[in-house]
């Protein structure tokens, strides 16, 4: 395919080389030089202020990817085929495809200023996906199988790239153990928490776990083994290492012997990334600290993250990131509603809009998390099963990827979360039978 374009920008460039992997096998040419693209026999797109020949796939291009700096969009929805579609455009294709997508993953709107959540993120509240109602789906991928029908019509020789279904089954562990290996000064404290509740059931489980007479309610990693080998997973296991306890920040110490045993039984196995704590992101020398320390207890170089209560803030998080190592995170989705963040069932490179460059960072986005549909939806199990399937069969029906979040104490014993380990049982072992 020939691309011809009177501008070039490092914009154009990244969502060229962004559709490209998506839809074709071989990289788009491009080319500035008009009556070389005029004579070109083969597939050409035009993306310019006019067209060039009746044998060419036209769009009239929105001024966006040209642009530099951060400014104000003027954003009019409207619909093409049901689908939700922005920067209107003439031509062959109803909107700048390639814009509209640039806004919705180099997350544009979260440069601007914005009055934060109760944990300092931007909220999904202000985003154009979730006024525009489109949250819950993978709408850049949607885009992109009609953007490849329009130009089958106008082409009939291309031949698209054939993509797989996939599915990225991912854990955090901030809080490896209920009550194993805290010490006695945070044990004695959860003693006294029960009393004054009147929780008797669980100082009595605390009681029986601390003295070896039954599993810490939270274990459920033999489990999980057993489920990855019988459906042939392989799973991605982040783990906080925050060596201060407070806040959020409430893991078992990494100077426990038995967190060091846990982290490196599963480096062994899976790929285990670092789960950067919420005081690593007042201070980017804490999280060095974290990362140095996962590479010390694993032998390996860390090079996968995902941020702890998906704390982020753009560019800063994601520079921090990057100087550190971290090659590929998981970050990308909301810690209050599951939802396609950035529009797209697809990993990508981070563009930084403040430095105008395409990174090295590649992203993987996530659209399920367990904590949004327990704490924040209030979900049952049922419910939540239903939720997360609905998400499986919309990405699977462009082939695109499926990256979800899990916490071990959701699998373990805990009355509180009874029911959700029979949920995800039923989902990754079905799974198998569905993608046959």
């Given at each position: 395919m020939l691309f011809y374009s009177e501008l070039v920008s490092p914009r154009l460039n990244y969502m060229l080389d962004m559709v490209s992997s998506e839809i074709f096998n071989e990289p788009v040419i491009?080319?500035?030089?008009?009556?070389a693209f005029i004579s070109y026999a083969g597939p050409k797109l035009n993306y310019s202020s006019e067209r060039?020949?009746?044998?060419?796939?036209?769009?009239?291009?929105?001024?966006?990817?040209?642009?530099?700096?951060i400014c104000e969009q003027q954003i009019n929805r409207f619909d093409v085929s049901g689908k939700a579609a922005f920067f209107q455009s003439t031509g062959d294709f109803p909107f700048d495809l390639f814009a509209a997508a640039f806004y919705l993953?180099?997350?544009y709107e979260e440069y601007f200023s914005f009055e934060p959540d109760k944990y300092g993120r931007f909220p999904h509240e202000r985003s154009l996906a979730y006024k525009e109602d489109f949250l819950d789906f993978p709408l850049i991928n949607y885009w992109l199988e009609d953007f490849k029908s329009a130009l089958r019509t106008k082409f009939p020789e291309l031949i698209f790239r054939m993509k797989d279904f996939k599915f990225i089954?991912?854990?955090?562990?901030?809080?490896?153990?209920?009550?194993?290996?805290?010490?006695?000064?945070?044990?004695?404290?959860?003693?006294?928490?029960?009393?004054?509740?009147?929780?008797?059931?669980?100082?009595?489980?605390?009681?029986?776990?601390?003295?070896?007479?039954?599993?810490?309610?939270?274990?459920?990693?033999?489990?999980?083994?057993?489920?990855?080998?019988?459906?042939?997973?392989?799973a991605y296991y982040f783990f906080l290492l925050a060596k201060k306890q407070s806040g959020v920040d409430k893991n078992i110490s990494p100077a426990k012997p038995s967190m060091r045993t846990l982290i490196?039984?599963?480096?062994?196995?899976?790929?285990?990334?670092?789960?950067?704590?919420?005081?690593?992101?007042?201070?980017?020398?804490?999280?060095?600290?974290?990362?140095?320390?996962?590479?010390?207890?694993?032998?390996?170089?860390?090079?996968?993250?995902r941020q702890h209560y998906i704390r982020m803030s753009l560019p800063k998080t994601y520079r921090q990131l990057a100087d550190v190592g971290i090659e590929k995170d998981f970050s990308m989705g909301y810690g209050g509603i599951n939802g396609f963040r950035a529009s797209i069932a697809s990993s990508f490179y981070w563009y930084d809009l403040k430095s105008e460059r395409k990174t090295k960072l590649m992203l993987f986005p996530f659209c399920f998390m367990d904590a949004n549909s327990f704490y924040e939806k209030k979900l049952s199990p049922k419910t939540a099963f239903a939720e997360l399937m609905t998400y499986y069969r919309k990405i699977k029906q462009v082939n695109g990827l499926m990256v979800t979040i899990w916490h071990n104490q959701f699998f373990g014993t805990d009355p509180m979360f009874a029911g959700w380990k029979e949920v995800y049982e039923v989902f990754l072992k079905d799974q198998i039978y569905w993608d046959m």
């Open positions: 491009q080319v500035s030089d008009k009556d060039l020949s009746e044998k060419e796939f036209y769009i009239l291009p929105h001024s966006l990817l040209f642009e530099t700096g993953v180099s997350r089954p991912s854990y955090d562990i901030d809080m490896a153990y209920s009550y194993k290996h805290k010490g006695l000064i945070r044990n004695l404290g959860g003693f006294c928490r029960s009393v004054i509740k009147g929780e008797w059931s669980y100082l009595l489980d605390r009681w029986d776990v601390l003295f070896y007479k039954k599993k810490d309610p939270f274990d459920s990693y033999e489990w999980l083994d057993s489920l990855h080998l019988y459906c042939r997973t392989r490196a039984y599963h480096s062994g196995g899976y790929t285990v990334g670092i789960h950067p704590s919420w005081q690593s992101g007042d201070e980017e020398a804490i999280l060095m600290e974290e990362v140095d320390l996962l590479a010390e207890i694993t032998g390996l170089p860390v090079k996968y993250s």
